[in-house]
């Protein structure tokens, strides 16, 4: 794909976003998912419009796009984000599978405006029991018996 289709689709989601922020449906956030040259998914951040604080653009392009189609990959598609990805949109960026991902603003850039996901970033690195957030883990011996089945069954479907 040329550097001209690519910032065109940029162009796009930066679009997107300006629309999101005019229409103070949510963040400044817009998503364009393209697979072969053409965009079939799109998204916006509609976090306080939905109520839903994982309806960041990201998400909601990923939904739009695996829907479209009918599959839980991206395989072959490019994913184009006004701006750099948060670790929760990141994260399933990774699971879907695209071919790659372009970025317009920075995590930096968004901190600046006071969406700093950098707490979480440090967080993850540390330890479950130096956390802010109180985790405990339960039942683990009765939880083992799913992944055993799990593991054992014939009609999963690997992803």
């Known amino acids: 794909m040329s550097i001209d289709q690519q910032k065109k689709f940029m162009r796009e989601a930066i ?41 960041h653009a990201e998400m909601i392009a990923i939904r739009n796009a695996c829907e479209k189609l009918n599959s839980f990959q991206l ?5 184009y984000c006004s701006c750099e990805p948060c670790p929760m949109c990141l994260g399933a960026i990774y699971w879907a599978r695209p071919k790659s991902i372009y970025f317009a603003n920075s995590k930096k850039d968004a901190a600046e405006i006071n969406f700093d996901d950098n707490f979480i ?14 985790i405990t883990q339960l039942l683990r011996d009765e939880a083992q018996s799913v992944f055993l089945q799990w593991q054992e069954s014939e009609n999963k479907i690997e992803y």
């Not at 395989?75 to 994913?79: E, H, L, Q, S």
């Open 15 to 55: 679009r997107l976003s300006m629309e999101n922020v005019q229409s103070g449906n949510g963040g400044p956030f817009g998503t364009v998912i393209v697979k072969n040259g053409k965009i079939i998914a799109t998204g916006v951040n509609e976090v306080t419009k939905s109520n839903d604080p994982t309806a």
């Open 75 to 79: 395989d072959g598609c490019d994913i």
């Open 121 to 134: 970033y440090q967080e993850i690195k540390l330890p479950i029991h130096e956390r802010k957030l109180t």
